[in-house]
């Protein structure tokens, strides 16, 4: 694949690199002698999680609020990026008095297995060879990550989360740990999410793949121990995902047809239109914070998630005998995890006389409505956990913002 188009990108900063092995948030560090049996087959130890929390987890350690994060997201859900400086990718629902209280509220989110900002992943050492782990590190799944997270929520002490609740590969990380860990989940906030992956989406996240791997600087998985790095194909990669994130109504009323700093066409393959100009930066600003043999690894995680194969392909079977609070959110605009599959979701919860809230939410922002200024979204989250919350027997929050 011709990536000439986007520019030469400059070198990899340190500060991305060294959060890989060296992370700003806390760690738990798993001992060899504790193994995570993985679904491919292996085991991996030691292995590590980065995490961040925010509030104080009560006495009766019956506050704490999981918040697992999406494809490309990370431990700073609500603090800076330590190498961007960005906000945290979530500060508009969670932090004090917003709908995720941290005032009221003990928030843990971690780094997922196979990510890049200090859990265990491709970029991380392998204590075998001293070496970045490469295409060597095993092919995981949504369980896997979700498995390893429970060696941190056991670490910290709680035996209950109060609530887990994200959206996209979140939720679907949300839905993992409401199946297989259901006595641990008083309630679940599944958010324009899925419980299988689409051939629509697989299809998507192959084209990335495919980017990220056609450039000859991947080195077939081995860059960063030869110092080089993909990054045109990493930037392709998240150029393409970027326009399943959105919808053509958003697309539309933020860019339509004009032009980029221009008073006419170029007649050039120069990025003439807005839109191209905005893809572009956002392929080159994302090689700054992600490695690429992650955005392989987690990407083909979410395309074998399915959470019905593990049950007699009936997705009912995931929650008998389920006593969690569910609330179900999608958004109308949203392709990428249309509502069909949130209500086939719901369907399942009722098949089995859970408790299940299901909101539609009507947005033209596609499916990025989730991270946006959604004020429907957060009044429902708002009110489902206000309500969880007192059925917990956890205190009336003292304010709102």
């Known amino acids: 694949m011709d990536t000439a188009n986007i520019g030469e990108l400059p070198a990899v900063p340190d500060a991305r690199a060294l959060q890989a092995t060296k992370p700003s ?18 085991q991996l130890a030691p292995y590590r999680i980065a995490y961040k929390t925010y509030g104080a987890l009560n006495e009766a350690k019956t506050n704490a609020v999981l918040v697992p994060h999406a494809l490309t997201g990370d431990q700073y859900v609500a603090s800076p990026h330590p190498v961007t400086g960005k ?14 209280d941290t005032d009221r509220f003990f928030v ?40 390893a997270q429970v060696a941190l929520i056991d670490q910290l002490g709680i ?15 949300v839905l993992q740990w409401a199946a297989r860990y259901k006595e ?43 110092g080089k790095e993909p990054r045109n194909g990493l930037a392709v990669a998240r150029m393409a995902a970027h326009i399943t994130y959105l919808s053509e109504e958003a697309l539309q009323r933020k860019f339509g047809r004009s032009l ?25 600003t994302f090689v700054d914070r992600f490695d690429a043999n992650s ?57 089995v006389a859970a408790n299940v809230s299901f909101v539609e939410i009507e947005s033209d922002k596609g499916h990025d409505a989730f991270l946006l200024d959604e004020p429907e979204l ?17 205190p009336t929050p003292r304010r709102s913002s």
């Not at 906000?87 to 995720?100: A, L, R, Y």
């Not at 299988?196 to 056609?214: D, K, L, P, T, Y």
Request: contains cysteine.
């Open 25 to 42: 948030s806390d760690c738990l560090d798993v001992p060899e002698s504790r193994p995570l049996l993985l679904a491919c087959g292996r």
């Open 87 to 100: 906000p945290g990718w979530w500060e508009t629902m969670v932090g004090p008095g917003k709908p995720i």
């Open 108 to 147: 843990i989110c971690p780094n997922v297995l196979g990510g890049c900002m200090g859990s265990t992943g491709p970029a991380s050492l392998n204590p075998s060879t001293g070496r970045p782990w490469g295409l060597d590190f095993p092919v995981i799944t949504v369980g896997d990550m979700v498995d």
């Open 159 to 173: 035996d209950t989360l109060f609530c887990v609740i994200s959206g996209s590969m979140g939720g679907m990380q």
């Open 184 to 226: 641990r989940v008083f309630a679940a906030v599944p958010i324009a999410a899925a419980a299988w992956h689409s051939s629509q989406n697989i299809a998507f996240h192959e084209v990335g793949r495919q980017a990220v791997m056609a450039d000859p600087n991947w080195a077939g998985g081995r860059y960063l121990e030869l």
């Open 260 to 284: 980029q700093g221009l008073d006419a066409k170029s007649f050039s393959f120069n990025a003439d239109f807005q839109v191209e100009s905005y893809l572009r930066h956002q392929g080159s």
């Open 295 to 351: 955005y392989l690894y987690i990407t083909r995680a979410m395309d074998y998630f399915d959470l019905a194969a593990e049950y007699g392909d009936v997705l009912a079977n995931a929650f008998k005998g389920t006593r969690t609070r569910f609330c179900v959110v999608s958004f109308t605009s949203d392709w990428l995890y249309p509502t069909r599959e949130s209500r086939e979701i719901v369907q399942a919860l009722n098949a």
């Open 378 to 394: 957060f009044a429902t989250v708002r009110g489902f956990l206000n309500a969880a919350a007192h059925k917990r027997g956890l």
